[in-house]
């Protein structure tokens, strides 16, 4: 089961899986899947501010009109979306441009509210590519049209720990998706993003 859900969610994304700004389709939203901002020795995590650089890029080019930041808000002290989106509004993206989910607990809360709450079935998933890989793949198992955009990945010593707990994560994902049927904790009512 590990390697068989790893090799499905690999062989899945080629093709909707881009690095280059200039080749990726466009998009009207850019859907940032959550991380804290700092690690637990409290310095800053490469792999939240890698992400925010990759919204801002594939916004300032013209591929995504919004940013949906997804993440975790559960606790008063912790919240994903809100530092987020202070980080993107740094880099110049207009409020207006922003759009806060605070019930991204996990990567299928933050793809199936985006379908479901956000009303995107075509989306740019942005994060590093490990991430992108099994998020497009949860996009797939919804219908959705989903492409996704690779943050730069952090050094070696920050990514090793991050790598071996992905590939535990995606065979949980064959469980949630095909054993277990989970669904989002939240769903609500649906929110509109933009004019049309």
Do not use: W
Not at 72 to 82: A, G, I, K, L
Not at 86 to 106: N, V, Y
């Amino acid at each position: 089961m590990l390697y068989y859900s790893n090799y499905q969610i690999n062989h899945f994304s080629k093709g909707r899986i881009y690095s280059d700004l200039n080749a990726i389709p466009k998009n009207k939203v850019g859907l940032v899947l959550g991380t804290s901002r700092h690690m637990k020795n409290g310095q800053p995590n490469p792999f939240f501010y890698n992400r925010i650089k990759a919204a801002a890029s594939l916004f300032f080019s013209g591929k995504i009109r919004y940013v949906l930041v997804s993440g975790d808000n559960r606790f008063y002290t912790y919240n994903e979306p809100r530092e987020m989106k202070k980080e993107l509004m740094k880099m110049g993206i207009p409020d207006s441009s922003i759009i806060m989910d605070f019930a991204g607990f996990r990567t299928l809360d933050s793809v199936v509210r985006c379908k479901k709450v956000f009303g995107q079935n075509e989306v740019t998933i942005i994060s590093q590519e490990f991430h992108n890989e099994r998020a497009l793949f949860i996009a797939h198992y919804y219908d959705m049209n989903a492409v996704a955009y690779n943050a730069k990945d952090p050094d070696p010593e920050y990514s090793l720990a991050v790598n071996i707990r992905e590939y535990f994560a995606r065979t949980k994902v064959f469980l949630d998706l095909y054993i277990l049927h989970k669904s989002p904790y939240f769903l609500g009512d649906e929110v509109k993003v933009g004019n049309n």
